[in-house]
């Protein structure tokens, strides 16, 4: 759990940095949108090889290769920002990279932790490493927003961000499983997309996962942040980190809530009502104007969020053989990369298209929608249990 919050950590202060620097030498919301489709590229075309990846060779291993990885892109990170230059395309070239890598710790990762708990624990174990990991998106961008306005520059995000992984690479070195992984050796076309097939014919996960997909896909307003901070809000880019941090705050208090006194026969509705909730807490913040209620918008939105991920979380992982998990989880993770990634990029050309205020209110519109129809849909969801 050290390893993963520090990953998170450096990813959330070198997002910072990174969209606040494409911002701040074109300032156009389209730019910042495709930083989400850089990052989610990868993964869509390799999300089969990274899945029965997963599976096929020891998740621990995978790990601590990705999170060399990372520390590699933070680097260069770093060399771009010691150059000084205005030239986007050397950027998008290491987001790329850095999509690469988490396109196969995504499935590892999740995959990773049913290996170190017994079942009987896993739906409580999930909420506690759910908080952890949003206790990082808090901290994060908070301590990426304040060094770069204290500096003034990147560089030292980058390196700050370096130095994480390289002790995430540590931690996650000295793990060990209580559970050894189940062997998987045969490679095939009918193995790589066993988790497809698995999904499709468990209508209860297809509709947790695709229902996160399209809400937060079209509910998305995270990275049109930078425009709220600098055009709309007035307030630089440590009230960017601000807002950055401001989901993770209601999804921190939200996971202890739940690790508390756990989802168990009201699990479905509650994942619906908390979607609704997402939908609503967009449409504010797009409204807003003033940062206080801003702040309180994205602190409920992702209270709101967080009940989503611990159900969709327990019901995959707990629903899933051992031998399978990583396909499933890569199948997963494309969906939530694309809940994402791909929902910046919508953000970013509707803001392009439309302004940002109406971008983020039609999103925020358009959750309450796909709601609705999902509850029609997948009736599975309204009385789902973990």
């Not at 999170?67 to 010691?82: D, I, K």
């Not at 909730?277 to 409920?300: D, E």
């Not at 611990?310 to 993770?333: C, F, H, K, Y």
């Amino acid at each position: 759990m050290t390893a993963r919050f520090l990953t998170v950590l450096a990813s959330e202060m070198q997002a910072v940095a990174v969209s606040w620097r494409i911002f701040d030498i074109t300032h156009r919301p389209l730019d910042l949108g495709l930083v989400g489709l850089a990052q989610f590229l990868p993964g869509v075309l390799l999300f089969l090889v990274t899945g029965h990846t997963a599976d096929r060779f020891p998740r621990k291993r995978i790990l601590q290769v990705c999170y060399g990885g990372f520390a590699l892109c933070s680097l260069l990170f770093a060399v771009l920002a010691m150059n000084a230059g205005t030239a986007l395309a050397p950027l998008y070239a290491v987001l790329l990279l850095n999509g690469l890598v988490r396109a196969f710790n995504g499935p590892a990762s999740q995959a990773f932790l049913p290996l170190l708990v017994p079942e009987e624990i896993f739906a409580n174990a999930v909420a506690w490493a759910a908080s952890l990991f949003q206790v990082a998106t808090i901290v994060g961008p908070m301590i990426g927003g304040l060094i770069y306005g204290w500096t003034g520059r990147p560089l030292p995000v980058f390196l700050a961000s370096m130095v994480s992984y390289l002790i995430a690479l540590v931690c996650i070195s000295i793990v060990e499983t209580i559970r050894q992984q189940t062997a998987r050796r045969i490679v095939s076309a009918t193995a790589i997309s066993d988790g497809i097939r698995y999904i499709w014919r468990n209508k209860l996960v297809l509709g947790s996962i695709s229902l996160d997909l399209f809400a937060v896909l079209l509910g998305g307003a995270v990275a049109l942040l930078p425009v709220y901070a600098g055009d709309i809000l007035h307030v630089g880019t440590r009230g960017l980190g601000l807002l950055r941090s401001a989901p993770g705050v209601g999804a921190v208090a939200m996971a202890i809530v739940v690790a508390h006194w756990p989802l168990k026969k009201n699990a479905g509705p509650a994942m619906l009502w908390g979607v609704v909730g997402f939908g609503v807490c967009t449409i504010v913040f797009g409204l807003s104007r003033n940062l206080a209620l801003s702040l309180a918008a994205l602190i409920l939105l992702g209270a709101c969020d967080m009940v989503s991920m611990i159900v969709r979380g327990t019901l995959i992982q707990i629903a899933t053989p051992d031998e399978m998990r990583g396909r499933v989880s890569a199948v997963n993770m494309l969906f939530i990369g694309a809940s994402n990634e791909v929902g910046q990029f919508e953000s970013g050309i509707t803001a392009q298209w439309f302004g940002t205020v109406p971008a983020v209110v039609l999103g925020g519109v358009g959750t309450l929608i796909i709601v609705a129809l999902w509850s029609r849909l997948f009736p599975e969801l309204r009385t789902a249990k973990t």
